[in-house]
């Protein structure tokens, strides 16, 4: 990263970040990319004003000084030249207190508009938002507005910039009265410079630029007007305007009621912030404890800042975010180009440093003088007291992170747990505020060592990421732009196929949905049987997958009880079986994306099939999703550009109260007008879009063993097509940027049911162009997942049971030539048997090379005679890559008898001691 782009993050992105929130909250509230942009010049004039008035202030002090300075000055040069002019004036001017740098002060009003006007360009001109979004006569926000066509051709007059610079003149005209010529030359300047800048720039941001203009011609005209107590009348109407806006949102506006009430109340707040800073340094001139000989004076206030800005920073750019990647590190590694994930903290950190500590320096310094330093200094105070609490007593529940920052299980709180948390954070804050006044020995200690803390921790977070990352060069290997698709299974039209596909996470209880709500999607699963009855011995893939694919030896609690290997050695065992037999058996066996090979987080570490000749390896996960935008002619944002924005939001919602967290979330937004990442769904469900051209059919006959039966192919996938799940357009679920035909059933607005439905009609797909090829009935499909999921799907209809959902995962087979529409056969399985399943009748003998075991349909129903383990908690917390391995707890974990819908056969495992 260069030194031009460490300034803009620093610089301007913390305003950037105040624009992206405006914006997504006024699309959210009048859909109109106009007046969302309106909002954003309101908002940025509004918080910009303490601004302008300081420099308003030092602009009227130099102005002064040198209509003081100046009869004195001008006899000095007209009596002295040379050095001994230099000299004389030198000691004038420190005669009175004054250097001419600070004539620099001068032009402090147009200096503060540079990071505003750089932020605003780099914001507007690329937003998506705005292209082909009309405003009143303006026909494209997102290109120069052409209001004038010239002989009604292509070209034509921009009005707008036009407008905005006459208003600025206006607005100069009105603030320059009574000013000296050179101060009068230097606005007007300004205007046509910003004319010619503007004059093609895209229309959305002309506005903005014109909405500042007018606003400032209107606060020009308010600081020149005849009237005393401006600054009361100025907050009385942002009273007003504020009340009016909650109103509007509490009996107007037609969206969500939750969302409306959150704005409200944020109008509400806004709208009492000019009384409450008012009293609240008034308060702070007279508490009794401020004139304190032991309290903190204003320098002391100044360090005490310095440590609490930097105690915010390491808590949101450092600790937080080495937190999420410690956890995971080689999921955030080789991202779109870049290497560590270093780089990700870095930029998260450097924004980070600009929005708690350059920013605030900014204001603190500007404001020293204007405000009492003890009050800028409780505040900061109290909000990194409050940041602190946050982190550690109320970290939320919210489940695994994802790669595009979605929350597990989404961001909710009870109504007593908010109360609860903010009557601890008023407590806190309260206790923080009278320390800083009786005990001023104590903070500075107590900053110092968190600080230390903090760092100490983040250090030793960033060297367990790098040290990951090391290991993962072993096996990277860089990935090519795929411009055209080559099959990764050739099936065979004589022999026998076998396609296992675990789509991670897929519910077994929408497939009635799904299926009813499509007629003849049944037709086209033609031989499919569907086992609703299914059980899953976790709710994570770490330990619902190895059961499904090396069957009942690596179960939980099998894996627990075998302690003649490690558990990484059996964890690869189980990944290692199917593929195993069948290329054993002369099958060409192609695994794609087998979950945690070697216990890799994502699943790249391919080396274990490197023994098996016939065994191809590979990963399709993310491999066609350029290309399949390209041949959609879609862009979305890179999953690395998502981190770089939303990793610091991850930060912010863990370091602020839980009544604003869901707001700041929305359900995977992150206040993002781009609205949620959906590039890992596209990254799977490309994958399987793209089926029928991903499989090839062999022209001749397969090879045969000694006994003259042929050998076909096996495919052997997983899919998270289920797993990241995005809305798509009803009735076939197809993918699509608008999607808006969400359906009309009571999970028509669920995205978990979406992805379901879009992979069984994407599997429909390809199961046609089997079909087509003739490799349909001489093929053994197995759908099956490793587990359900989180969501209270069906566990509310069994109050006996323990979340029903996370524990009944799909699993739908159809065997060589069977037909007949999709039937349901209620016989209690578990993903367990897929091993069985699958190769029955291809291998002979079936059974484990790893440990010798047969793999039979009596071994199997002697298993599901006894009890079944069902570990409730996922893994062992001890750290990567351990952090895999099983975790059985006999106070959480079940015993299962059968039939998983009846309450009776669920029995917690201490119970049963």
């Not at 507005?145 to 006459?166: E, K």
């Not at 041949?631 to 979305?636: A, D, P, S």
């Amino acid at each position: 990263m260069n030194l031009g782009a460490v300034l803009y993050t620093v610089i301007i992105y913390p305003i950037t970040f105040i624009l992206e929130v405006v914006f997504f909250l006024a699309q959210k509230i009048f859909k109109a990319p106009g007046i969302s942009v309106l909002a954003i010049s309101a908002v940025v004039s509004i918080l910009c004003l303490p601004l302008y008035n300081v420099a308003e202030k030092w602009q009227q002090l130099e102005r002064d000084t040198q209509k003081r300075l100046a009869p004195k000055i001008a006899k000095i040069k007209a009596a002295f030249k040379g050095d001994e002019q230099y000299l004389i004036l030198s000691t004038f001017y420190r005669q009175n207190h004054y250097h001419p740098m600070f004539a620099l002060r001068s032009t402090f009003g147009l200096l503060i508009q540079i990071p505003f006007f750089i932020a605003a360009f780099s914001y507007l001109s690329h937003l998506e938002a705005l292209k082909g979004a009309s405003f009143l006569v303006i026909n494209d926000l997102g290109a120069p507005d052409r209001i004038m066509s010239l002989n009604g051709g292509g070209g034509g007059i921009n009005v707008l910039p036009l407008i905005m610079t006459v208003i600025n003149i206006i607005a100069g005209a009105i603030y320059t009265r009574g000013f000296p010529l050179k101060d009068k030359i230097q606005l007007y300047g300004m205007a046509l410079i910003f004319l010619v800048l503007l004059y093609n720039s895209p229309a959305g941001l002309v506005l903005y630029w014109t909405a500042n203009n007018l606003f400032s011609l209107l606060k020009n005209a308010y600081a020149k007007a005849p009237f005393r107590r401006k600054n009361s009348v100025l907050a009385a109407a942002v009273s007003v305007l504020c009340l009016l806006f909650a109103a509007y949102m509490l009996f107007v506006h037609h969206g969500s009621k939750e969302w409306r009430r959150v704005l409200a109340a944020a109008g509400l707040l806004v709208g009492a912030s000019p009384w409450l800073i008012s009293l609240g340094i008034q308060a702070v001139k007279r508490i009794p404890l401020s004139r304190n000989p032991r309290s903190v004076s204003n320098k002391e206030a100044a360090a005490l800042f310095t440590l609490l800005c930097l105690v915010m920073w390491l808590v949101t750019g450092l600790f937080l975010p080495t937190l999420l990647v410690a956890a995971s590190p080689e999921e955030f590694s080789w991202l779109d180009g870049h290497g560590s994930p270093l780089y990700f903290i870095t930029l998260t950190a450097l924004q980070a440093f600009g929005l708690f500590v350059f920013w605030p320096f900014c204001f603190f310094g500007l404001f020293y003088r204007t405000a009492p330093p003890r009050a800028l200094c409780i505040a900061a105070l109290t909000v990194a007291a409050a940041a602190l609490v946050n982190v550690f007593a109320f970290n939320g529940n919210y489940g695994a992170v994802r790669l595009n920052m979605s929350l597990e299980r989404g961001v909710s709180h009870s109504l007593q747990a908010i109360l609860v948390n903010l009557a601890v954070l008023l407590l806190v804050m309260g206790a923080a505020a009278l320390a800083f006044f009786a005990k001023k020995r104590f903070l500075v200690p107590l900053s110092v060592m968190c600080i230390v803390a903090l760092a100490g921790v983040s250090v030793k977070n960033i060297a367990h990421i790098q040290s990951v990352f090391k290991k993962t060069t072993a096996y990277h290997e860089p990935k090519a732009a795929v411009t055209n698709i080559d099959p990764i299974v050739t099936f065979s039209k004589t022999g026998r196929n076998v396609v296992v596909i675990m789509l991670d996470r897929a519910m077994s209880a929408f497939v009635p949905s799904v299926f009813g709500e499509t007629p003849g999607l049944a037709a086209r699963y033609d031989g499919f049987t569907y086992y609703p009855d299914t059980l899953s011995f976790n709710g994570n893939t770490s330990l619902g997958a190895p059961p499904l694919f090396g069957g009942y030896e690596y179960t939980p609690a099998a894996l627990t009880a075998r302690s003649d290997r490690d558990m990484v050695t059996k964890h690869n065992e189980a990944l290692l079986l199917m593929p195993r037999l069948l290329s054993d058996a002369g099958y060409d066996v192609t695994v794609a994306d087998p979950p945690y090979p070697n216990y890799s987080i994502v699943g790249k570490d391919l080396r274990i099939y490197d023994a098996y000749p016939r065994v191809k390896a590979l990963i399709t996960d993310g491999a066609y999703t350029d290309l399949w935008l390209r041949e959609h002619g879609l862009t979305l944002p890179t999953q690395s550009a998502v981190l770089e924005r939303n990793m610091l939001w991850y930060s912010l919602l863990r370091v602020i109260p839980l009544a604003f967290r869901a707001g700041i979330y929305f359900r995977g937004d992150w206040l993002s007008a781009v609205g949620k990442q959906l590039t890992i769904f596209l990254n799977a469900y490309s994958v399987l879009d793209l089926l029928p051209r991903l499989c090839a059919v062999a022209d001749g006959a397969a090879e045969a063993d000694a006994e003259g039966n042929e050998k076909g192919a096996a495919l052997i996938m997983v899919n998270n097509t289920t797993h990241d799940p995005a809305m798509c357009n009803a009735p076939d679920y197809r993918f699509s940027l608008a999607a808006s035909n969400y359906g009309t059933g009571p999970l028509a607005k669920e995205s978990p049911y979406h992805g379901s439905a879009a992979a069984y009609h994407r599997l429909a797909d390809w199961f046609d162009n089997l079909r087509a090829e003739g490799v349909y009935d001489n093929t053994r499909i197995i759908l099956v997942a490793d587990h359900g999921t989180t969501e209270n799907y069906v566990s509310k209809h069994y109050p006996g049971v323990p979340n029903i959902d996370n524990f009944n995962p799909l699993l739908m087979v159809k065997d060589f030539d069977t037909h007949g529409p999709l039937k349901t056969d209620n016989t209690f399985m578990t993903n367990a048997d897929t091993p069985f399943l699958a190769l029955h009748g291809l291998v002979s003998p079936l059974v484990n090379p790893a440990t010798g075991a047969e793999i039979t349909a009596a071994t199997i129903a002697e298993a599901k005679s006894l009890p079944l383990y069902v570990a409730v908690l996922s893994s062992d917390s001890t750290g990567y890559p351990q952090a895999l391995a099983p975790r059985l707890d006999p106070g959480s974990d079940y015993y299962v008898h059968g039939n998983i819908f009846d309450p009776g056969n669920w029995e917690k495992v201490e119970v049963s001691r």
